[in-house]
Nanobody
Framework: QVQLVESGGGLVQPGGSLRLSCVAS????????MSWYRQPPGKERALVAH????????TYTNSVKGRFTISRDNAKNMVYLQMNNLKPEDTAEYYC????????????WGQGTQVTVSS
């Protein structure tokens, strides 16, 4: 059974930091690229960061460049999102995602973890 489980969300003050974690199971994690998405209240879900299967290449949406870092540990089937200098506009439900491939045609989504940036 394919499964992604996020953790690490919570309430943080502006300027603070938070690290999200996602553990994967049910597929060959090391062969798959991984992504983080977020969905602010009342808005569409959007890509935040992406990392290739080996971790050699990463991409970010412009609004988080220089503040967020996606990384992975294939030995632990884990992907992380380090979030620094958090802003109120980062408030959203954050989702771990395995994009669809031939061997994972439906892709996979975690259940989400809430990040709230507020004083």
């Amino acid at each position: 059974q394919v499964q992604l489980v996020e953790s690490g969300g919570g309430l943080v003050q502006p300027g603070g930091s938070l690290r999200l974690s996602c553990v994967a199971s049910g597929f060959t994690f090391s062969r798959h690229a991984m992504s983080w998405y977020r969905q602010p209240p009342g808005k569409e879900r959007a890509l935040v960061a992406h990392i290739t299967s080996t971790g050699a290449n990463t991409t970010y949406t412009n609004s988080v460049k220089g503040r967020f870092t996606i990384s992975r540990d294939n030995a632990k089937n884990m992907v992380y999102l380090q979030m620094n200098n958090l802003k109120p506009e980062d408030t959203a439900e954050y989702y771990c995602n395995a994009p669809g491939t031939y061997y994972l045609p439906r892709g996979a989504w975690g259940q989400g973890t809430q990040v709230t940036v507020s004083s």
